[in-house]
């Protein structure tokens, strides 16, 4: 897979309706299997939430300020974009934990800091691909749940810092993945 990535210098707000096909190609010309990062406040009322589970909850969500992560991926499975989330997540709480010297834990697709809420992170299908929004909260306040923020680790860490982080990060590991898939030998 080939994978573009970019870092929004602007911020943008997010809502839920961003997490749409071709979002990142009509909006941000990016093409094929994308990432894009930014920063912008978090309004995802009930009737945008894509998790049932949630949404049969009546559940929302809200942050001040969050440091986004919208993608999309094109000839996947809607389980190979789960393991991609998995794997984007793990990242992040890698990359989080090395530049604030604080632990951060992932359990499933979600980082939790203190035992309070870090993030949230959602993999969708659509009829053309494979859509990935996560979210990390740089100020929480208005979460609907327990939550901290990426300045409660660390008042003076750079949230665009470390999107470009993650973003390298995972970057390197779908090239590795991809390089793994071409490098062995078949058994017959």
Same mark, same amino acid.
């Given at each position: 897979?080939?994978?573009?990535?970019?870092?929004?210098?602007?911020?943008?707000?997010?809502?839920?309706?961003?997490?749409?096909?071709?979002?990142?190609?009509?909006?941000?010309?990016?093409?094929?299997?994308?990432?894009?990062?930014?920063?912008?406040?978090?309004?995802?009322?009930?009737?945008?939430?894509?998790?049932?589970?949630?949404?049969?909850?009546?559940?929302?969500?809200?942050?001040?300020?969050?440091?986004?992560?919208?993608?999309?991926?094109?000839?996947? +499975? #809607?389980?190979?974009?789960?393991?991609?989330?998995? $794997?984007?997540? %793990?990242?992040?709480?890698? *990359?989080?934990?090395? !530049?604030?010297?604080?632990?951060?834990?992932?359990?499933?697709?979600?980082?939790?800091?203190?035992?309070?809420?870090?993030?949230?992170?959602?993999?969708?299908?659509?009829?053309?691909?494979?859509?990935?929004?996560?979210?990390?909260?740089?100020?929480?306040?208005?979460?609907?749940?327990?939550?901290?923020?990426?300045?409660?680790?660390?008042? +003076? #860490?750079?949230?665009?810092?470390?999107?470009?982080? $993650?973003?390298? %990060?995972?970057?390197?590991? *779908?090239?590795?993945? !991809?390089?793994?898939?071409?490098?062995?030998?078949?058994?017959?």
């Amino acid at each position: 897979m080939n994978l573009t990535t970019q870092v929004l210098e602007e911020n943008l707000p997010y809502t839920g309706p961003e997490l749409r096909p071709h979002f990142l190609l009509t909006k941000m010309g990016m093409k094929g299997s994308a990432v894009l990062g930014f920063i912008g406040p978090c309004e995802v009322k009930t009737d945008s939430m894509v998790d049932w589970e949630d949404r049969l909850a009546q559940d929302f969500i809200r942050a001040k300020l969050m440091l986004h992560f919208l993608g999309e991926f094109f000839g996947i +499975s #809607l389980r190979e974009g789960v393991y991609l989330q998995r $794997i984007f997540m %793990a990242i992040a709480g890698q *990359v989080i934990t090395q !530049e604030t010297k604080k632990t951060v834990l992932r359990d499933g697709d979600d980082l939790f800091f203190d035992g309070k809420k870090l993030s949230v992170s959602i993999v969708t299908a659509s009829p053309v691909s494979m859509l990935l929004h996560v979210g990390i909260n740089i100020d929480s306040e208005g979460a609907p749940v327990a939550a901290t923020g990426l300045k409660d680790l660390n008042a +003076s #860490l750079d949230p665009s810092k470390i999107a470009h982080l $993650i973003l390298s %990060a995972f970057e390197e590991e *779908v090239r590795s993945v !991809e390089w793994a898939c071409a490098k062995v030998r078949p058994v017959m």
